[in-house]
């Protein structure tokens, strides 16, 4: 397969940037394949699994959240936070996890109910990508 | 010339030195810490403009309406106002709140309701002893602030501006223009201005999934809080180099009375010497 260009931006660094053959993302309607020539194509990504494929290996990375952006030989991904399967701190997610749990079982209003539901699932992300669950 | 008067400047003295010893290593902090404010204001820059770009995109590709972009008659404005945590920081603190409050009086006399939000421990007791109304506050968040402590002001400030809550929000915080001058600024966030200006070809084949006016709503939750995290970034390395400028100038003055009150001194020893010297003499005059 043809490699194109990635870059993926974050608002501490510019967390990768090279060449890859194949991107697996997923969109708020679906998954969604990225080869070299795709159409331009602009989506919202949700927190998910986000794969890389480098020298015919698919890294793995979580993200949660943000914007990709396609175009035929390059692709930018813009994103408040992702961090690579390895380097996922295990013990911080499984806190925020259950940080997230008990708020969401105390229930006080709508607002920190969803805010809480967002958090669980960045949590959960988290910990499914790090291979922990 | 007494021995008291001597004490007392002797006092003064280690008094001073030991306010200097506080500014200078206040002035020192300061330093390090606008240095990291701002490695993370410039770190910023990328993530936000890519941002900006796309939805500029998005409006130029498409005619579609939003209620983000909906041009209505302002009649509520939420006013988003950053300032420090911590004063003795010169007049950091006074001169964006002084522009936050004209604002928000020019806005009332034009008849719309204002609410503030209040980001920094000083914004929120200047607002909240006055007769201003508060709906948030958010105290000491500005020195460690994550990207997510930004999403969740952020997402909120989308939400109820879906809700029709207000109809405009501005940001008035303090910029960082060099190390020795910082600017209060305004901004209006919302509704998304100034997207067409950015001109340039339409790409009508751009694909947008599931379609223009979600991608673009969905961005802006991350669009406020690119703008609100590099305001808080920005405003928090101001009030470093306002401190650091303070500080500075606060040594410099426990110097220059330290050296006054030095001079003090000595003529008051050496006039204590003279003066003994002289008794000492008179007396043996006397004695022969």
Known sequence: MTPYTIKIITPEKTFFQGETTQIIAKTTTGNVGILKGHIPYVANLVSSPFLIEVDGTLKEAAISGGIIKVSPDNVTVVTNAIEWADEIDVARAERSKKNAEERMKRNESQKEFDRAEKKLKRALNRLIVAGKR | ?288
């Not at chain 2, 008659?73 to 004063?87: F, Q, S, W």
Request: with cysteine.
């Open chain 2, 1 to 288: 010339m007494a021995t008291a008067n001597m004490k007392d400047v002797k006092r003064r003295i280690k008094s001073v030195e030991s306010t200097k010893q506080i500014t200078k290593a206040m002035q020192l902090v300061a330093t390090s810490k606008m240095r990291r404010a701002k490695e993370r204001a410039v770190a910023v820059q990328p993530f936000f403009e890519t941002l900006f770009n796309s939805m500029c995109e998005i409006s130029r590709d498409n005619d579609f309406t939003s209620v983000f972009t909906s041009k209505v008659e302002k009649k509520n404005t939420l006013m988003i106002v950053i300032a420090g945590d911590r004063g003795l920081a010169g007049g950091f603190n006074v001169n964006v709140l002084k522009k936050a409050a004209a604002k928000a009086d020019d806005l009332k006399q034009k008849g719309r309701t204002v609410s503030i939000m209040a980001i920094g421990k000083k914004a929120v007791e200047y607002f909240s002893k006055r007769d201003y109304n508060v709906t948030d506050t958010f105290s000491e968040i500005a020195e460690g602030l994550s990207m997510y402590g930004a999403m969740d002001i952020a997402e909120d400030v989308a939400s109820r501006f879906k809700k029709g809550e207000f109809d405009s929000v501005d940001l008035i915080y303090t910029t960082f223009v060099s190390a020795i001058t910082q600017e209060p600024c305004e901004m209006a966030i919302l509704p998304v201005e100034n997207l067409t200006s950015w001109g340039g070809q339409r790409h009508a084949s751009c694909v947008y999934d599931p379609s223009p006016e979600e991608v673009f709503e969905g961005m802006i939750p991350s669009y406020l809080c690119g703008l609100l995290y590099s305001a808080i970034v920005d405003s928090f390395a101001s009030e470093q180099a306002a401190r650091r400028a303070a500080m500075e100038s606060a040594s410099d003055n426990a110097d220059e009375m330290i050296e006054n009150l030095s001079l003090m001194y000595n003529r008051a020893r050496q006039a204590q010497i003279t003066q003994e010297l002289t008794e000492i003499s008179s007396a043996s005059l006397n004695d022969s």
